[in-house]
């Protein structure tokens, strides 16, 4: 295969179009369509553009400009139908103070000398022969040098990418700026070779580094799928004009069948409601679709592609709304978006060009007026659209909320199904699970679940009830529980709605053997880890009775220590000489404390983002930058409210007599209630993970500190007990008591009260015996900090395998 090369440069002009940031050039044949939609070649986004607003298109007479909105169009103040671009033209869309459109037409330039030039052309309207699977082409028009000079021929090669200094420009945020190269091979043939892109070059659904392409490849980069036929290639950009299957879903947990059979047709541009009596499968249904968790029989097709099969490429184009928010409602809309955008988009991507994105979002949903209110403030119908607003950043073609409109009042759920209508609209399919039965005349079909996983009714919302025979979808609901003798699935198999709705399944496709693999990294680990950072400081900052919380707590705890009578501070000699006090009654509450805090910081960190981690992870997100960056800002926390603890409580009092290690007993004091503190908050960290509700946290605080105040060794003789001596080993206090009885010299053995009778060897007032300790303390936090990775692998999205 090879390209035509071009002898001769063309005799006509072409268009540079600049608009919204953006930079388009038009070759003479090739025409633009304009307007808000996302599926327009070029989007411009305002209150008063159209979905489809302009057309520029290339005439024998030259470049015309054809208004095609509702509102208007306007160049020179003065509204217009169709205007030819004969010199700089500055075109305003919608009113007089609309999105600007700027256009000039430029001379062709003569061909220069030397290496011929190939061009790729895909004629407008142009249909792909990729065995049928791409259903759209853009006309395309990119140069790659063919050098023919020297003895060996040098390899051509295209460069795909977002910049416009490519050979093919993808108008993708998804996409790198210089994504992939198209290269020949020494045999004619073609390879393509990723060029190191954080979101993946794919061949027919596999993520390549390198792979040849033939003519029944396909090409996907971000949203845009690319075949070679002949020597053209061509081009589709997926806009979710496309048609969605399932096909005989079944999923399995044990011995227990969750669905059986399910399965139905979508058409492009529509909106799906699943609903169904509480057990029906709905949620089961919905992982299914979007591949989080595959079914274990079946098919689900996506513009004739197998989800399950190229489900690293596709995953892309799908968008998930859970339940519960996965917001942080301390940020702002703007902000929470911002940080979504940088963790979702690729390094290379600009803010400026991020920050468009984000506007056009916030355009698109309606949250203007709240984009710089917080998150917690809005309603919930609000708070719903910037959830959605959080995955229409990436553009999916798919988008499935679970619940969307659950605790809402009447109107606010009108007012959700109603922009989910919208959105459908504009150019994606959208499936919502849902409850709420009043707003179900806005979707297009409905998907009716019976117990036990089986579809009852699939089909236009209208009919359901002549269906069944009911007067409304609360008798619907009835019916189902009370007739659970009748095979609901089989009637409806019979049904003239079956045959209309949903046909024949495709018998010939059924699943083998396929696991998915993890999410594509957006960026480097280095990168979420430093964005995950700086949100999480947004977020503690913003919340001010947390903020509050944190700095008020060591300075009550210094104030609790100063209340504790005597005056003999951490000196064994002071008390020897009579002075009234305790040192080891002080050393017990600072390390207490020391463990209370730590473990008060961390103890709700994982838990209360559950929702939020499951989906950033299903995007692509590290489990090791979330948990570094989770470890790093609470050290810094923790560590500086037991510095403040140690000095603060100290201050005024004998320190210890003498040191062992680092030359001051006060800095080693302050070194171990630091020890302590970290240790403490990496347990709290692990708890985080471990427990399903939040408000189980602040039960278990009260547990640990418990446990770190009687296993510290400090009150119960415990090393000689078998049970609690090794139950202590894993307690930071046990440790962290024993640094301080290390540094001021703790006296036991046999004549001492309890529990200094027995001679302890971790209190010696020595250097090696300070250290085990101390090591003892690091171990305790990298144990912590593995045991709460494992278990963040719990509650991250299932993709297992699918079984034959």
């Known amino acids: 295969m090879a390209f035509d090369p071009v002898r001769a440069a063309p005799v006509a002009s072409s268009l540079e179009i600049r608009a919204g940031g953006r930079h388009r050039t038009l070759h003479p044949g090739e025409s633009l369509v304009v307007g808000r939609d996302e599926a327009s070649d070029l989007q411009l986004v305002g209150p008063r553009v159209s979905r489809e607003h302009l057309l520029i298109r290339s005439t ?67 249909r792909s022969s990729a065995q049928g699977r791409l259903s759209a082409v853009h006309r395309l028009a990119v140069t790659a040098d063919l050098p023919r000079s020297g003895p060996e021929p040098v390899t051509p090669r295209v460069r ?89 879903l079944v999923v399995r947990e044990g011995d227990k069948t969750l669905l059986s059979g399910v399965g139905f047709s979508l058409g492009s541009r529509s909106l799906l409601a699943v609903v169904g009596p509480s057990g029906a499968g709905k949620s089961t249904l919905l992982r299914a679709l979007t591949g989080f968790r595959p ?18 490429e596709l995953r892309q184009r799908i968008g998930l709304v859970p339940q519960d928010d996965i917001l942080h409602p301390q940020l702002t809309v703007r902000r929470a978006l911002a940080y979504a955008a940088r963790l979702r ?73 109603h922009t989910l209508r919208g959105l459908a609209d504009d150019g994606r399919t959208v499936v919502v699970v849902t409850h709420n039965v009043a707003n179900l005349d806005v979707c297009d079909r409905l998907l009716l679940l019976a117990p036990g996983g089986t579809v009852a009714y699939f089909g236009p919302p209208q009919e359901a009830l002549t269906y069944f025979g009911v007067t409304d979808f609360a008798d619907l609901f009835l019916l189902l529980d009370r007739e659970k003798h009748v095979d609901w699935a089989d009637r409806y198999r019979r049904s003239p709605q079956w045959a209309r709705y949903v046909g024949a399944p495709d018998a010939q496709r059924r699943p083998g053997v396929h696991a998915t693999a993890p999410a594509p990294r957006q960026q480097p680990v280095l990168t979420q880890f430093a964005v995950l950072c700086r949100r999480y400081l947004a977020v503690v900052l913003a919340d001010r009775q947390y903020t509050i919380f944190m700095a008020a707590l060591p300075l009550l705890l210094a104030a609790l220590t100063h209340a504790l009578p005597g005056d003999t501070g951490l000196s064994q000699a002071a008390q020897a000489r009579g002075t ?30 559950r929702e939020i981690y499951r989906r950033e992870r299903a995007i692509g997100l590290s489990r090791g930058a979330y948990l570094a960056s989770k470890l790093t800002v609470l050290l810094a ?84 007990s078998p049970v609690l001596a090794q139950l202590s080993w894993l307690v930071p206090a046990r440790w962290g008591f024993a640094m301080g009885a290390s540094t001021i010299g703790i006296p036991s053995g046999p004549g001492l009260p309890t529990p200094y009778r027995e001679h302890d060897p971790l209190w010696d007032h020595d250097a090696a015996t300070w250290l085990l300790d101390f090591g003892a303390l690091v171990g305790l936090t990298v144990l912590f900090a593995l045991l709460t990775a494992v278990l963040l692998r719990r509650i991250e999205p299932i993709r297992s395998g699918r079984r034959r």
């Open 580 to 609: 009234p006090g305790n040192p080891n009654s002080l050393l017990l509450v600072f390390v207490v404390g020391a463990a209370l805090m730590g473990s008060a910081a961390a103890i709700r960190e994982v838990v209360k983002e």
């Open 295 to 312: 079914a274990d029989e079946g098919v689900v097709e996506y513009a004739g592609r197998d989800l399950y099969t190229d489900y690293d």
């Open 60 to 126: 024998p007479a030259g470049w015309q400009i054809v208004d095609r909105s509702r509102n208007g169009s306007f160049a020179g103040g003065r509204p217009f139908r169709e205007i030819t671009v004969s010199g700089p033209v500055t075109v305003r869309l919608g009113d007089a103070a609309g999105p600007e459109l700027h256009a000039v037409a430029v001379p062709p330039r003569p061909a220069p000398p030397g290496p011929e030039r190939a061009t790729v052309t895909v004629p407008a309207a142009a």
């Open 160 to 248: 795909i990418g977002r910049a416009d200094d490519n050979d093919v420009v993808v108008h993708d945020l998804l996409v790198s700026r210089h994504h992939a190269d198209l290269v020949r091979r020494p045999d004619g043939g073609w390879d393509i070779v990723d060029l190191g892109s954080p979101n993946g070059t794919f061949v027919d659904g596999a993520r390549v580094r390198r792979a040849p392409v033939g003519p029944a490849s396909v090409v996907g980069i971000g949203h845009a799928l690319f075949h070679l036929d002949g020597d053209r290639l061509v081009e589709h950009v997926d806009t979710g004009d496309i048609g969605f299957r399932a096909d005989g």
């Open 637 to 720: 926390i923790t560590g500086v409210q037991a510095v403040l603890l140690g000095v603060l409580g100290m201050i005024g009092r004998p320190a210890p007599d003498e040191a062992v290690l680092l030359g001051s007993g006060a800095v080693e004091i302050v070194v171990a209630l630091l020890g302590v503190t970290v240790a403490s908050m990496a347990l709290g960290l692990a708890v985080s993970a471990a427990i399903t509700n939040a408000d189980r946290g602040m039960p278990l605080l009260v547990l640990l500190a418990m446990l770190q105040f009687i296993l510290s060794s400090a009150l119960l003789q415990i090393q000689s």
């Open 345 to 417: 988009f690729p390094t290379d991507v600009a803010a400026a060009d991020r920050d468009r994105r984000i506007e056009e979002v916030i355009g698109e949903l309606g949250l203007t007026g709240q984009a710089d209110q917080r998150i917690d403030c809005l309603s919930g119908g609000q708070r719903k659209r910037t959830s959605v607003a959080l995955e229409l950043l990436t553009r999916p073609s798919l988008l499935f909320l679970d619940e969307p409109t659950s605790g809402l009042d009447p109107g606010l759920d009108k007012s959700v199904m």
